[in-house]
């Protein structure tokens, strides 16, 4: 369904079920107020508080989804929107519930020979002592543990004695029965917006993320101003580029459409980049990182949002068929 300005009516997903309900509030409210201010007859959505029924029965025409995290984010409210026929912003069902899983994300690159740093994956059943304990001989020291399927940083903790493991598992289970622990990479992070889909798909400007003693958590992330974001980010430009080149291929082999924001780390030692993770539904928040490289790029917060909704689409854009 083609969008057009005049006769779309627009729901903003917003809030929903997950860990990250504060955020993606505060995501849809930007995008919300953006959107109106084009002339775009869009109204808040909250799936935790009314029915996605209730979009078809209302003549919603396109979903914006601002959602993080689980049911939002994790091809659930995609999979729906395409049996109501709604149109909606972001990667369809497959490449959203892919993305969603950093350990498939992982399967997922290494497959295609795309670097990320060396993990260990323990299901439920596998979270032994003795296998929890060995983790930091597998992986060294310092490493990172966290839930697979949560996004910023949430469940997350940095591991740089043996002795702490324990504590960082059980912290990260609280939010996922798996157990992700993740090779610490030394050096400057990174993060890097797409849009587009296919071949058409392109990088904006890299930004270069310098957070207090490295602390790039939840609250660092949404909640104060300690953390300093430099875009341009002041890489060499061929560092950029190679940055940009391997953000649009982890983009692309994940078969994400429409928008995204890959997570690096730049090595110290020798400058290789390591992608970390791929957000198909990332912040649009006054913190936010891909409003803040956009904008580098020319293309404002406002001009950004109706972009996006341009871009909504279904994976099967024909519809469901009754039977």
């Not at 860990?19 to 509030?25: H, K, L, N, Q, Y």
């Not at 002339?39 to 508080?49: I, L, M, R």
Request: aromatic share 6%; glycine share 10%.
């Amino acid at each position: 369904m083609t969008f057009h300005i005049q006769t779309a009516k627009v729901a903003v997903l917003m809030g929903g079920l997950s860990a990250e309900r504060d955020v993606s509030i505060m995501s849809g409210s930007g995008v919300l107020k953006a959107l109106q201010s084009k002339g775009v007859n869009a109204t808040a959505f909250d799936p935790a508080e009314r029915s996605l029924d209730d979009l078809k029965r209302e003549g919603y025409t396109h979903a914006f989804i601002a959602l993080h995290g689980r049911y939002g984010e994790d091809g659930a409210v995609q999979g729906a929107l395409e049996l109501l026929g709604i149109p909606y912003t972001g990667s369809g069902v497959m490449a959203s519930a892919m993305a969603m899983d950093k350990v498939m994300t992982k399967r997922v690159w290494s497959a295609v020979g795309l670097s990320t740093p060396g993990y260990v994956w323990l299901s439920p059943e596998d979270q032994t002592a003795d296998n929890i304990n060995a983790i930091p001989a597998k992986l060294g020291l310092p490493l990172i543990v966290k839930p697979p399927r949560e996004g910023s940083s949430i469940g997350m903790s940095k591991v740089t004695q043996a002795n702490e493991i324990k504590v960082a598992a059980e912290l990260a289970t609280k939010y996922d029965p798996d157990l992700l622990a993740e090779e610490f990479i030394t050096g400057e992070e990174l993060t890097c917006p797409i849009l587009g889909n296919g071949p058409n798909a392109r990088a904006l400007p890299v930004v270069r993320i310098a957070a207090p003693d490295g602390a790039y958590d939840y609250n660092n992330k949404y909640f104060t101003d300690d953390v300093k974001y430099h875009c341009p980010s002041g890489l060499p430009e061929a560092e950029e580029r190679e940055v940009q080149r391997l953000v649009v291929a982890a983009y692309r082999a994940l078969g994400c459409r429409g928008w995204g924001r890959t997570d690096i780390m730049l090595r110290a030692t020798d400058r290789k980049p390591f992608l970390l993770e791929m957000n198909t539904s990332p912040g649009m928040t006054s913190h936010s990182l891909v409003p803040m490289s956009a904008r580098a790029a020319g293309i404002s917060y406002e001009d950004l949002c109706l972009m996006l909704l341009e871009s909504a689409t279904l994976d099967h854009p024909g519809g469901p068929k009754a039977v």
